[in-house]
């Protein structure tokens, strides 16, 4: 996942760990002590992927996404209910409109997202990030 990525290449473990729930960190300290290479970005609900993404300093000022994709970002998860529920299909409960709308704008995004995270990897990462203490 793209978002993943960005948190990766922006924030120390430690601050990816420090923005979990207590749940997700034991799970994750679990996982740790039998050697498992997950990293503590993996652990994260897609909430607060997207709250750390909010805070790089590059999105701060406006880059790569505008406030309106960050609002999209924000949601997602309505979105991620009504794809993943058994008996709720997204047709049912959409207007073709809104389907089409959001379609749009997942694939902005997903454009935006795909050209910060090749930058990141190709220089390394970008600056200090906030610390999340405020998350979690």
Not at 39 to 64: A, C, D, M, Q, W
Not at 80 to 101: F, G, Q, T, W, Y
Request: charged fraction near 25%; hydrophobic fraction near 40%; charge should be neutral.
């Amino acid at each position: 996942m793209l978002l993943s990525d960005i948190i990766k290449s922006v924030y120390p473990e430690i601050a990816v760990v420090d923005a979990m729930r207590t749940g997700q960190k034991k799970q994750y300290y679990k996982a740790k002590e039998k050697n498992s290479d997950a990293h503590p970005v993996e652990y994260l609900y897609l909430r607060t992927l997207v709250e750390l993404f909010i805070e790089v300093p590059s999105v701060k000022n406006g880059l790569p996404v505008n406030e309106e994709l960050i609002g999209w970002l924000r949601n997602l998860n309505q979105f991620r209910i009504l794809v993943m529920h058994p008996v709720c299909s997204i047709a049912a409960s959409r207007s073709p409109e809104n389907i089409a709308d959001f379609t749009k704008r997942a694939h902005e995004v997903i454009q935006r997202l795909q050209v910060m995270s090749d930058g990141l990897r190709g220089f390394g990462g970008s600056g200090s990030p906030p610390q999340p203490e405020h998350l979690g």
